[in-house]
């Protein structure tokens, strides 16, 4: 009970501080402009990177190189195999998004290596590390 009310007292002192250093402060019209304008050009940047994505505002020279595990040659068409994750065969017939390769040109469904992904960043067959998507 004792320290219940000592809570109390602490927050009271504490509101009655924080409300005596806020009005203590005069408005000025100067600071809200610069304010707004801050804010308002975090949104921009936020806005920007939803459409641009994340990566436009970095310079291409220093961009790491993306892999792109939607790759397929000829050869890979005629090729059997199956994916490992859910033990079922890839159909190379399918559009190419319906399939990925790895660095170490192992196939896998994208849905099965994308959950694989989300929870470890190694080739569930040879457990190469795997660049980011
Ligand atoms: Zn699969
Ligand atoms: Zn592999």
């Given at each position: 009970?004792?320290?219940?009310?000592?809570?109390?007292?602490?927050?009271?002192n504490?509101?009655?501080?924080?409300?005596?250093?806020?009005?203590?402060i005069?408005?000025?019209?100067?600071?809200?402009?610069?304010?707004?304008?801050?804010?308002?050009?975090?949104?921009?940047?936020?806005?920007?990177?939803?459409?641009?994505?994340?990566?436009?505002?970095?310079?291409?020279?220093?961009?790491?190189?993306?892999?792109?595990?939607?790759?397929?040659?000829?050869?890979?068409?005629?090729?059997?195999?199956?994916?490992?994750?859910?033990?079922?065969?890839?159909?190379?017939?399918?559009?190419?998004?319906?399939?990925?390769?790895?660095?170490?040109?192992?196939?896998?469904?994208?849905?099965?290596?994308?959950?694989?992904?989300?929870?470890?960043?190694?080739?569930?067959?040879?457990?190469?590390?795997?660049?980011?998507?």
């Amino acid at each position: 009970m004792e320290t219940r009310r000592e809570l109390s007292v602490l927050c009271s002192n504490f509101c009655g501080i924080f409300l005596g250093c806020i009005l203590i402060i005069k408005p000025d019209k100067n600071w809200c402009i610069c304010l707004v304008g801050f804010v308002g050009l975090q949104a921009l940047i936020l806005l920007l990177q939803y459409y641009l994505g994340s990566r436009s505002f970095i310079l291409f020279q220093i961009l790491p190189i993306k892999y792109n595990y939607h790759k397929r040659s000829d050869q890979d068409i005629n090729r059997a195999t199956d994916c490992v994750i859910c033990m079922t065969a890839v159909d190379f017939s399918h559009p190419p998004n319906v399939c990925m390769v790895t660095p170490c040109d192992h196939f896998f469904h994208s849905e099965c290596l994308r959950k694989w992904m989300d929870e470890k960043m190694d080739c569930p067959t040879c457990r190469h590390r795997l660049p980011p998507v």
